[in-house]
């Protein structure tokens, strides 16, 4: 069974610059440790996600090296860190990069957002939750079948997955009043 907490526990799965952006956006909020930016990154990712301390230290290692961030004294044994105006300027050229890429897109905010605006806003916070939701249980069960990997386990998967995206295409025809198909 899968811990919540860490259920995508393989940085591979994290999209490249992910964790670098998210340290960087922690620490423009207020100095912090290492293992205060793994709580702020789970806390932001919704508790989807947790980096490693084998992820988190390298890089700032390498961000310090680089000159975007700086270790502040430290206090009871614990190493705190906070952006240098190079590392603002860098965040600030990650937020204008991904505001570039969601509006070339065509998403002003979230990728889900653009999909429900003619769903009032209640029910859109509804689906996109819900959505949310199912994104998650796909995330855990491609880890967990890598980690414990059965036919049976498999199988399963498969027949839900393929189950929800019928009921899905089902609704969706419904919707544009198209007749069922018989091979449905």
Do not use: C
């Not at 994290?14 to 806390?43: D, Q, T």
């Amino acid at each position: 069974m899968l811990h919540k907490r860490n259920w995508m526990r393989h940085t591979a799965m994290v999209p490249k610059g992910f964790i670098r952006f998210h340290v960087l956006r922690a620490l423009n909020e207020k100095p912090m440790s290492g293992s205060e930016l793994m709580e702020s990154i789970e806390k932001h990712a919704g508790g989807f996600w947790k980096p490693s301390p084998g992820s988190i230290y390298p890089l700032l290692a390498w961000l310090q090296d680089q000159g975007y961030i700086k270790e502040l004294p430290t206090e009871n044994g614990m190493k705190r860190y906070e952006l240098t105006q190079s590392g603002k300027s860098l965040l600030d050229e990650q937020r204008s990069s991904m505001k570039k890429i969601r509006e070339t897109m065509g998403f002003s905010q979230s990728p889900f957002s653009a999909f429900f605006m003619k769903v009032p806003p209640e029910k859109a916070r509804v689906i996109q939750n819900t959505m949310r939701r199912a994104g998650k249980a796909m995330f855990q069960l491609s880890s967990a079948l890598q980690d414990n990997f059965s036919d049976e386990a498999f199988n399963e998967a498969i027949k839900a997955i393929d189950e929800a995206a019928s009921k899905l295409e089902e609704i969706t025809r419904k919707l544009e009043g198209e007749p069922k198909n018989e091979s449905d």
